[in-house]
């Protein structure tokens, strides 16, 4: 942690709302993607950014620095995202024209088949996160979509490296079962690819 | 997991070497990296897309209202958690003390009713003071019997039923 955030944290814990817009400001689009890559619905993933820093407010005085900040809030983002969805997980739609969902139609140089198709994709991803457990949910979006490290992900989910790669391999596992028919497709029509850079 | 910890970028520079030479005479290592590749795509690229288009409309007024509301709320429910409070410790206080009354009142009974004076229900319905003799009359209730005390002096007396 830098100076500056140090600083920032320490403001918000004496109850500084502008400390608290401060860090905002800085984490929001994180806690949305962490967010939106659990409960990949639009409306609820920013209720979430909004039910987290209030949560962040409220017990930030908890947080005593020995981990990383952003693992700390991660973690937040995360345990909140997944109550969400156990709220919400009885009601599992297989509908693909759910509202809210990931919508690429405001995109002219795609056409209605490329849409439609991935629409259902979307769809089809999402059934298959929310038929994983929390904690492989969790190792998948913290690695594959926040692209943070081992270390960093055993720091936010509280747990081993070695339970971090578990969870990672048994999740991952799951995710190309449910969907494999996509992820074959893809990988035929692009070839092998190599590690991705983050 | 090897092959899982180089599509991580988690592997050393000497297992990063075993990989790719292994990866060069092994299609079915190719095709796994290649699915995990695949997969993170499907997983990560709409999540982007989501958020670069976002503008996040109201999310922090809608914070700022939350923390207010909380602070109001906070008021309520501390006065609240101090009558809770206070009605726990009632119940606490008044549970003991009740009881105590009731194993006094018991106790209590116990020692009244022992020490009333078993006098079998007699009552004295009359005395009459007389040159001769004083007479008490008694009534008693069970059995029914009158009783008739004369006094003849300080130190005799006679029944009569």
Same mark, same amino acid.
């Given at each position: ?21 401060? +860090? ?12 939106y ?5 639009r409306?609820?993933?920013?209720? +979430? %950014?909004? =039910? %987290?820093? +209030?949560? !962040? ?15 700390? $809030? ?22 693909l024209d759910?509202?809210?969902s990931f919508e690429p139609s405001d995109e002219p140089e795609k056409g209605p088949e490329r849409i439609l198709l991935q629409k259902e994709l979307e769809e089809r991803v999402?059934?298959? @996160? ?30 081993? +490296?070695?339970? %971090? ?9 799951? @995710? ?6 996509y992820?074959?497709f893809r990988?035929q029509s692009r070839g092998?690819s190599?590690?991705s =850079?983050? | ?17 075993? *990989? ?18 695949e !997969?993170r795509t499907l997983i990560k690229v709409p999540v982007e897309e989501v958020v670069r288009k976002e503008d996040?409309?109201? *999310?922090?007024?809608?914070? =700022? ?16 958690? #101090? ?16 009881? /105590?009354? !009731?194993? $006094? ?18 009552? *004295?319905?009359?005395? $009459? ?19 008739? #005390? ?5 130190? =005799?007396?006679? /029944?009569?039923?």
């Amino acid at each position: 942690m830098d100076h500056e955030e140090i600083d920032m944290i320490s403001r918000c814990q004496e109850g500084d709302q502008e400390a608290l817009r401060e +860090i905002f400001d800085k984490y929001h689009k994180k806690v949305y993607s962490i967010a939106y890559g659990v409960v990949r619905q639009r409306e609820e993933a920013l209720d +979430i %950014v909004q =039910e %987290v820093f +209030i949560k !962040l407010f409220r017990s930030i005085k908890n947080f005593r620095g020995k981990s990383q900040f952003y693992t700390y $809030l991660y973690r937040m983002a995360m345990n909140t995202a997944i109550d969400h969805t156990r709220k919400a997980g009885k009601q599992v739609t297989s509908s693909l024209d759910a509202e809210g969902s990931f919508e690429p139609s405001d995109e002219p140089e795609k056409g209605p088949e490329r849409i439609l198709l991935q629409k259902e994709l979307e769809e089809r991803v999402k059934l298959a @996160m929310d038929s994983l457990p929390p904690e492989q949910k969790a190792a998948i979006v913290f690695r594959d979509v926040e692209g943070l490290s081992y270390q960093e992900m055993a720091e936010a989910m509280g747990c081993s +490296i070695g339970t %971090v790669m578990s969870r990672l391999h048994y999740g991952r596992k799951r @995710m190309q079962e449910s969907l494999k028919d996509y992820v074959k497709f893809r990988g035929q029509s692009r070839g092998a690819s190599l590690p991705s =850079e983050e | 997991m090897l092959l899982e910890k180089y599509f991580d970028r988690e592997v050393t520079d000497s297992e990063r070497s075993l *990989v790719e030479s292994h990866l060069q005479d092994c299609p079915a290592c190719r095709d796994a990296l290649s699915s995990m590749g695949e !997969l993170r795509t499907l997983i990560k690229v709409p999540v982007e897309e989501v958020v670069r288009k976002e503008d996040f409309p109201w *999310v922090w007024q809608k914070i =700022e209202r939350g923390i207010r509301f909380e602070k109001e709320r906070g008021g309520w429910s501390s006065l609240r958690s #101090w009558l809770d409070a206070t009605f726990r410790l009632r119940r606490r206080v008044w549970i003991p003390a009740v009881a /105590t009354l !009731l194993v $006094l009142l018991f106790i209590t009974a116990q020692v009244i009713f022992k020490k009333t004076p078993s006098s079998q229900g007699a009552s *004295v319905v009359e005395y $009459l003071e007389s040159p001769t003799y004083n007479v008490m009359v008694y009534q008693m209730e069970e059995p029914n019997v009158t009783v008739i #005390w004369l006094f003849e002096g300080p130190e =005799e007396e006679h /029944t009569a039923t």
